[in-house]
Every structure is written in structure tokens, then in C-alpha cells.
């Protein structure tokens, strides 16, 4: 008896080692299928219709339940400007060579419209749709091609056309100004620090809005910010952006030139036509995957308008205040409004920030026109005396600028993180004329770059990724996470008289126009300011002398960082770092006559550098790049402001 359930036990268990094997067999079989699936899919390509249809989307608030479903109420967008960006984005419509992408590339590029039209913040909800509708399978007016093609059809939810926001926020216009040029960000209304290098702290500051959005259908955003921060200081800025081609006539050359042409109009190409343009289209793939915005997207290209009422305090650099009320027009190749992450002060607010807080690369033209009231410090005990030197007093008055300013900022799209960079390479160029009928005459050239290098990509360079040995797994495990890093940052300004024309008390380039360096991020173990030339008398809120400012900068640093321990795993989860660091820097006045070619402007320079090192830890956060730190200076001037230990705040490594 015994020996018989023996058997049957070892019967039963040979059927359930069976059953195993087959369950794997089994699943091992549908894994494969699925791959085989995915694989044809994702080779598979679809022709698809032009032009896209566009519908409104319903809630399951406002259908009671259910899947969201398009209806087709009125919606402010222009159909038009939809299919614009979807052909940009590189959606192959009205056939396109399907045969050339493949049904995952036509996710790549849905997904890339869809990002790029929810960044306008026009928008809660995007939608794409492909397929054809049932309805619609039998129309008889469709061409057999198009019975053949698939329908892309774009669910909109579209944000209310106004948006009011009162609150507290802070004033990124400091993290600008505080880079290189005193009054940069006030003559210009665009900013224009050293590449956005990390100033002192922002200001808290309340803020109340009204923007509206997408008033044209065109994406476009207009917004009135009045601000008082907590010194008191009070400001108003207006922005109007919309992209070029709603402001032209739809039979004009430029807005034909701008828009994408009819696919269907473009599918005669011969075949030599396509295999020369073959190159060109990847590389526009490539760059709508690596940039925020496509370079040469037409719709993207903007025309705005921006006016600014501002109060500045440099009280503490060079002894006045400034109030600016100015005008301008600016051309860009994408909003101003438009943002890809929270950005500062959240995504509920509107954007009337500088080029170096916008998403993607950067590229714009602007004039502008401004009057700025210059209010040198009054003196405590005598108010009818100043308190400021002779070169801060010759300023006082108003003042006219008349200038046009154009430049670029990457702002981070090269690098693998934008506020916590370990690997790419980022830059920015900007340069500013300023000439009749104002006050001001004068060019200014500025701009800088930043690499930053991981040591572990050399080490997998020179002993190759497949290496085994157990000294070389060592060495790579020792330098695992440290990353090099290298920043350079220039500015040159020279004096205009435009043969007479530009006749002013100013005494050259305004202060506010002149270049101003120190401070976290730029050059650490000095205060903004804190370098250059000074005044012989000093103020009571300057000590040093008022800082007058130079017409050629330049500051340097060589860092090298890591990760934070992994004991410290909060930290180390969200991006901190340890970082130790050496920078150079000097600002200086050459006499115009003088070229920084000679041989005393470039010993003038280098006689002048100032040199600090130190170390700090940094974290990159969705408003910006935080670092503290303490520096040491090592060569440094009798009337230098210097700080040993700083906390910055900014949107690049500096």
C-alpha cells in the first residue's frame, strides 16, 4: 500500500514539474509575442491626413461620467496655428514619407507637440487623437488615397481666457541685474547677468496679476504684474507676446515664409530632392529631441511688446536709487510666457521674467526706449546734503536710452540638468547699442560659457566599459559620481559719440550701464559689487567708496563635485552636492584710447585679478540652483567688499 502512494506521489509530482514547464514555456511564448508586437508596431507607419481636425474636450465633470470625449464647440484656437505645430513638431500629415518614420516616431513627435502647446499655458489639456472616426469611413467624397489615411484629430482644453493671481513670489529681475551690469536688466527690460550666475538672495516681494491668454488663437500671452517688495520698492511690468504670423495679413510673403506649407502641395518632390533633404530632416528631428523649442519652427517666432515701471535700490553698491519707466518691442523664436516647468513662482503665474528663466534655447532682438531717474542719497543729519560721492552725483537727473540689444541664451539644453549640471555644456552672447536720439551712447558686448565633464565617462574612455579587472572596477568605483566643471564670463563696453550727436552730462557710459562683478556664482568671497573701480570719498552705506563700475570684466572658475554621501540620502535623492572651487575675476576701466590689446590694458588686467577658493554643497531645484559656500580670497584689493560665507540663488552654475 505504501509502496502505491509512493508512486502516486511521485506521479503527481512529475505532472506538477510538467505543468511548471509548460506554464514557462507558456509565458516565455506571450514575452515573445509582445516583443514581436512592439517591434512591428513600433516599425509600422501610418499616412496620415492633412489638415488635423480640432475639437473641444468634455470633462467627466460636465458629461457626468465617463472617458473624456471631443465635442465640437467653438474653441478660440486657430486650427491653423495647430497644424503649424504639429508639422513642426514633425508629424508626417498629408502623407509626409511615411515610408521615412515609423509609428514610433510619430509617438516621438506627438508627444513633442503635445509638451510644446501645453508649455504656452494656454492650455490644461492636449489630446491627440489617430484614427478614423466611424462616421466618416464612408464618405464618399474622399479620394481612395484619403480613404486609405488616418485622421489625427487634437482635443483641446483650453484655460480660461483671463487669470488673476495675488500673492507673495520673488523678484527674479535681482538675480539678473546683480550678474554684470548694474542697471542692465532696467535699460533693457530683458535682464542680463553675467549667464545668469548666481546673484545674492532674491527679495520677497507682493505680487497681484491679470494675464490673458490666447485672446488671437495663436497661443499668445499678455500680462500686468505690479509688485512691492519688502524694502518698499515698488514696480509695474507689461507683456504682450503672440507669435509673428497672427500680426500678418495670411496673403502676405513673410507670414508664407513663417507658416509651414501644405504637405499636399509638397509631395511631388522628386526623389533626388528627397534624398538631399534626407540629412537636413533627421537633423531637425534631433534638434526638436535635444531643444525645448525647434530653432526653425516659424510659428514659434514671436513679436511682443513689454513696458516697465521700476524702482531700484543700489544703495548699498553706490549710494542712489533709480527709478526707470520704459518701452520696447522684442522678436524672439518662442513666448515669453511659455515655460516647461514650474519656473519661478510656480506654474499659476505668468511669466514676465529674463531670457535666462525661459525654456530652451533663447534667441531674440529688442528695442527699447527708457527714462531713468537717478536719486543719489540724501544725507541723514543734512537732507539738503548728499550723501554719495562727486561720480554718483554728476548722475542725478533724468536720463534718456535709446538702445537695441540682441542675443542668445542656451539656457541649459545642452546639459543633462539644467539648475544641476554634471555633463554638456551651456553659453550665452548678448550684445547692446545704444545711440540717438538718447542721452547714451555706447556698445556693450557680454557673454560666457560652462562645460561640465564626469570623470567616470574618462575613466570609461580609457579602459574601456567591458573592462573586468578588479584595480580598474576600483579606481572607477573611487571616482564614481565626481564630475569637473568650468565657467568663463567676459564683458567689454566702449564709449559712442556718434560724431557729435550723443552730447550728456553722463561723463561716457552711464553707471547703470557699466559692468559690476562679485557675488555667489560669479566670482565667491566677494559681495556684487564687491571688485572695480571705486570712488575716492565714500558713502555711509558704502564702505570702500560708491562703486563706480568698469567697461571690461571677466571672472573664471575650475570646480570640481560629488554627490553627497549616501549617509545624507535625502540630500543625495534630490540632487545635492558637494563641490570645492577656485575662481579669478577682475573689472576694470581702460581709457577709450586705449585698446585691451595693449600691452598696459593687458597688464593693467592681470595685475588686477582677484583670486578666491573655497568649497560649499549646491541643489538644483524647480525654481533655480542653490548653493552656500565659503570662500577664502587669496589676492584681493585694500577697498574689495569681501564675504566668507554666501548663499546664492540662481539659474545656472555661473
Known sequence: MSAQNQRERQQ????????????????????????????????????????AKVTSVIDDDDDGGGSNKSKNGSIRTSKEFINARLLEAGLPLGGGAPSKLTLGDHSVATQRFISDLEGTGCYDS????????????DDDDASPEQQQMFDVTVRLKEKRWYKIYIGGGVNSEDLSSLGTSGGASTGNAFGGGAGAALG???????????????????????????????????????????????????????????????????????????KTNDDSDEMQVLIGDDAQYALGGGSHVTLGVHALCLEQDFESTRSSKEFTRSIG???????????????????????????????????????????????PRRHSEFPFALDCSSDVAKQAGTAFKHSLTGGMYLNGSLTDDRYDPTMGYDAHLVGEVAGPPGDAGFWKLKGGGAFHFPLELLQMMTLGIESNDDTEEEETASVMGLTLHSSVNFGIARPLTFNGLICSNLGGIPLSDRFYSGGPGQLRGFLPAGIGPRATKEGSSTPGGDSLGGDMFYTSTLAASIPFPSYFETLRQNGGRLFGFANAGTCVSVDPSVGFGSLSACSRIMNSSRIAVGGGVSMGTPMGRFELTYAVPMRYGPKDARKHVQMGFGFSFG
Open 12 to 51: 503527481q509530482a512529475y505532472q506538477e514539474q510538467l505543468r511548471q514547464i509548460q506554464h514557462q514555456r507558456e509565458q516565455k511564448m506571450r514575452e515573445k509575442l509582445q516583443q514581436l508586437k512592439a517591434e512591428y508596431l513600433s516599425a509600422y507607419s501610418l499616412p496620415l491626413n492633412y489638415p
Open 200 to 274: 545674492a538672495l532674491p527679495k520677497l516681494q507682493f505680487e497681484s496679476s491679470l494675464s490673458a491668454s490666447n485672446l488671437t488663437g495663436f497661443a499668445d500671452m499678455s500680462t500686468a504684474l505690479y509688485s512691492v517688495d519688502q524694502t518698499g520698492a515698488s514696480s509695474f511690468r507689461f507683456t504682450h507676446d503672440r507669435p509673428l504670423c497672427s500680426w500678418l495679413p495670411k496673403q502676405s510673403t513673410l507670414y508664407d515664409w513663417l507658416m509651414p506649407q501644405d504637405p499636399r502641395l509638397v509631395g511631388d518632390k522628386s526623389i533626388e530632392e528627397q
Open 329 to 375: 518691442v522684442r522678436l524672439a523664436n518662442h513666448c515669453r510666457g511659455a515655460s516647461r516647468g514650474p519656473g519661478i513662482g510656480g506654474p499659476n503665474k505668468p511669466s514676465t521674467s529674463p531670457p535666462e528663466t525661459m525654456a530652451g534655447p533663447y534667441f531674440f532682438l529688442d528695442w527699447n526706449a527708457c527714462l531713468r531717474d537717478t536719486l
Open 126 to 137: 492636449v489630446q491627440v487623437h489617430i484614427g478614423n472616426d466611424q462616421d466618416n469611413n
